[in-house]
């Protein structure tokens, strides 16, 4: 072995390269990017897209795909909506992601159907539920929900908090739990893992739980930036959160993949809209601009890291 | 013996198991006593690693019962199996390449404190694994960078490093030099030296003889004998695994082939520098090629099949010059490969047998003409096959023998006139090899013509009218199959001088 290998945090020079890049780049070029302002906006944008993208790296770690996590999204901010009391709006949103979480983990390990069918057809599902509970944008999100998206604590923006705490727990579940360490086993390989005593299937179920509970907690989040639900909420995350979590160098094939590459890959999302903005381009851009890096980070990535 | 006044740790009751139409365990009864090392052999498919897979838990006997201690087990799957105190190192590796060597060691065994990983605790634990094993791994290597050696003590390292009573190892030495089989037969003294029971699955007489204590031999998934190793001798030993007639497997061959060539090779190459072959198959020949593994076989098989480009060289048939490259034109000209993986790249596993033979004929329909079906035929062809199941059954659920007469059944049915068949038994129990052998003789009976792979010497001697002995590619040898001896035939894949241009 004479090249370094990234091992399987999948951490590559391009991933954490790009966001320091697009920062420099940015500051450099665009005065109104050092605004105080402009990066609370930021951490507010990319809030809702770091906690999505941290739920997807767990299914993208046993090799799977989550599309229904928009959905989810969208769902529960229309369950919000529709919440006097902040607790029943979050305890809701909680039980729609371990539901819908265990509905996809179960299809995919149990019955075998592909994560692509399987998600995108909970997806379609909860997409038609969402514009049956709250046909059009609107409702009222409880005051305090809001309050805790958008205030500070000690000078520090809520949102930028709770994309910590969200990067710690995540962390620390993959590093420090054994459900982290099978998740690595079940996504290098699955049928060694289960050789090895490792309970395959219900590590599975857990990657997809997570991640929809993941992503009704962004959507929860989104919904009280915005003081309303929406049904269609969360139509652009699904694929955003793949985008971000290819970027950020995790393997789509499995058993490869980081915390700190999902956060590098959110970033370089979020700084290229940011960017976009300040640059004054076509909004529209960004769908353009987000294909065409989710398609470089797919082929860019090595098939055979760590020898798998 | 004076464990035997205790009860055995570990009773197999009439235990079977099948796998689709393949009955790899049938009635196998054997105990394990504490304090033993238990050599478990028999050859290739006797069934010694399914036997053990059922004590790890793998696989679930279809009937009979499994006792640990003297109690019913159920061992439904790995994780269950460890619980009740069986490590298992499997014959397949199963060290994740993405996991550090401490974190392979403790798989499904992680240490917590207060919930979370203890990773201090678990790294020291490897390390203690690792000193007590005398294996000398860094803990903190990712295992992806490892050598197959090094995975496979490993594998030793970590099977060892289990609280349990049942201890099976099915075949650790292939990858493994001589110092490290002997620092393994330490380490299962050791075991054996603190009460625990070993199972040894190996076909290496040496390693039986020394140092296990108990044998026990297998053959065609039945039970032949439990000895203790004082009592038996090596050649004993090989007599109760293999006892077969070799001579009744093998239909006879014609007295004489008429020298009409149904396929002439002329210098084909697989590499632009490398060397070259010539060679002429005739009609009614079954010919052999023999060589030690990855000699360049599979390459001449291959580029006669068109399913990999050639570097120079003429490929004949009967008529016309076949281009390379291409396996459509070589099927045209009545050139069909039975490849080695089947499943792979010969059958279509959820289809029918019916649509699996049906798939021949329809080559020779132009894709916008309707395709009729002659159920007739297919089934005057299952029935030349031997094939004795029902036609609708999808060819994924029969033995390897019947998935070879399958793919057969394809190629007659497309009567072609060349078959190129690799490994033509491999996967197939021993009574469908015999009828595999006499389809193969009664194709070339009729006039057609066989260019035959085999790793298995006794089936080329058996098999073939005259056998090619590739080495580096080219042809060190090319003798009648006919009072052929596998020493011969190894002398030749084995020795330098080259006799690369002796053509038939």
């Not at chain 2, 740790?9 to 054997?30: D, M, P, Y």
């Not at chain 2, 098999?463 to 001896?485: E, N, S, Y």
Request: charged share 15%.
């Amino acid at each position: 072995m004479t090249t370094k290998t990234p091992g399987r945090t999948g951490l590559t020079r391009y991933t954490v390269g790009l966001p320091i890049v697009l920062v420099l780049l940015l500051a450099a070029t665009q005065a109104d990017f050092r605004s105080p302002q402009n990066l609370l906006n930021f951490s507010g944008q990319i809030g809702a897209l770091l906690i999505v993208a941290l739920g997807q790296l767990f299914v993208t770690l046993v090799a799977g795909i989550d599309l229904s996590v928009g959905s989810v999204m969208s769902l529960a901010s229309a369950i919000a909506a529709t919440q006097a009391h902040p607790l029943a709006a979050v305890a809701l949103a909680t039980a729609l992601g371990v539901a819908v979480g265990a509905a996809n983990g179960l299809g995919v390990a149990l019955a075998g159907v592909h994560p692509l069918v399987m998600t995108l057809s909970t997806a379609t599902f909860l997409q038609g539920l969402a514009y049956v509970v709250l046909p059009i944008p609107g409702g009222a999100i409880a005051p305090a929900l809001g309050a805790a998206a958008t205030g500070q604590v000690a000078g520090i923006p809520a949102p930028l908090l709770w994309c910590a705490a969200a990067a710690l727990a995540a962390s620390l579940v993959l590093r420090r739990t054994r459900f982290g360490a099978h998740l690595f086993a079940v996504g290098g390989h699955p049928r060694s893992a289960y050789l090895n005593g490792v309970r395959v299937q219900a590590v599975v179920v857990g990657a997809y739980v997570w991640c929809s509970v993941a992503a009704a907690w962004a959507g929860l989040f989104l919904a009280a930036r915005v003081s309303a639900g929406d049904p269609a909420l969360g139509a652009s995350y699904a694929l955003e959160s793949v985008a971000a979590v290819a970027l950020g160098g995790v393997q789509l094939t499995g058993g490869v993949g980081s915390v700190a590459g999902v956060v590098a890959g959110v970033l370089s999302l979020g700084l290229m809209t940011n960017g976009l903005n300040l640059f004054g381009v076509s909004p529209f851009m960004r769908g353009v601009l987000t294909g065409a890096l989710l398609l470089a980070a797919v082929s860019l990535q090595r098939r055979r890291i760590v020898g798998m | 013996m004076a464990s035997k006044q205790r009860q055995p740790l570990v009773e197999l009751r009439g235990v079977s198991k099948s796998f689709g139409q393949n009955a790899a365990l049938k009635g196998v009864s054997l105990a394990g006593w504490p304090g033993s090392i238990h050599a478990v052999t028999g050859e290739n498919g006797a069934g010694k690693s399914t036997l053990m897979k059922l004590l790890a838990g793998v696989h679930v006997p279809d009937s009979g019962e499994i006792l640990l201690k003297g109690r019913p087990a159920a061992l439904g799957t790995p994780a269950r199996a460890r619980r009740a105190g069986i490590s298992t190192v499997f014959q397949e590796l199963t060290i994740l390449p993405n996991l550090m060597v401490a974190e392979n060691l403790c798989l499904g065994r992680e240490l917590t404190r207060g919930g979370l990983l203890d990773l201090r605790a678990l790294r020291r634990e490897a390390v203690q694994v690792l000193e007590r094993t005398g294996i000398a791994l860094n803990p903190d290597r990712l295992c992806g960078t490892l050598t197959v050696g090094e995975q496979q003590l490993l594998e030793i390292a970590k099977g060892l490093h289990s609280e349990a009573d049942v201890f099976i190892f099915d075949e650790p030495t292939a990858p493994l030099n001589r110092a490290e089989v002997d620092q393994l037969e330490g380490l299962l003294r050791a075991l054996k030296g603190q009460g625990k029971l070993v199972f040894y699955i190996s076909h290496r007489l040496e390693e039986i003889f020394r140092f296990c204590d108990t044998v026990t031999v297998l053959k065609d998934g039945a039970h032949v004998a439990t000895q203790p190793i004082e009592a038996l001798t090596q050649e004993g030993l090989v007599a109760l695994m293999v006892g077969r007639e070799l001579e009744a497997l093998f239909p006879e061959r014609p007295a004489s082939i008429p020298d009409l060539p149904a396929l002439r090779v002329e210098r084909l190459a697989a590499t632009p520098h490398g060397p070259a072959v010539s060679f002429t198959l005739r009609r009614g020949e079954i010919l052999g090629i023999a060589g030690l593994e990855g000699q360049g076989q599979r390459e001449i098989v291959r580029m006669l099949a068109g399913e990999q480009p050639r570097h120079g060289g003429e490929v004949h048939a009967a008529t016309a010059a076949i281009p390379p490259g291409s396996v459509e034109a070589a099927v045209r000209h009545g050139i069909a490969l039975l490849p080695e993986d089947r499943k792979g790249e010969g059958l279509y596993l959820d289809l029918s047998i019916e649509d699996n033979i049906w798939l021949g004929p329809l080559r020779q329909t132009a894709l916008w003409r309707r395709a009729p079906r002659d159920p007739a035929l297919v089934r005057r062809l299952a029935e030349r096959m031997g094939l004795r199941t029902p036609p609708a059954q999808p060819v994924g659920s029969l033995s390897g023998g019947n998935q070879q007469k399958a793919m057969l059944g394809r190629w007659l049915a497309a009567d072609v006139q060349v078959l190129l068949v690799e490994q033509p038994t491999r996967g197939v129990d021993v009574g469908a090899k015999a009828e595999i052998y006499e389809l193969l003789r009664r194709f070339t009976a009729e006039g057609g013509a066989i260019l035959a792979v085999s790793g298995d010497l006794p089936e080329l001697i058996g098999m073939c009218d005259r056998i090619l002995v590739v080495r580096g590619g080219a042809i060190v040898a090319d003798v009648p199959a006919h009072g052929a001896t596998e020493e011969q035939l190894l002398g030749h894949a084995l020795r330098s001088e080259s006799l690369s241009e002796a053509t038939a």
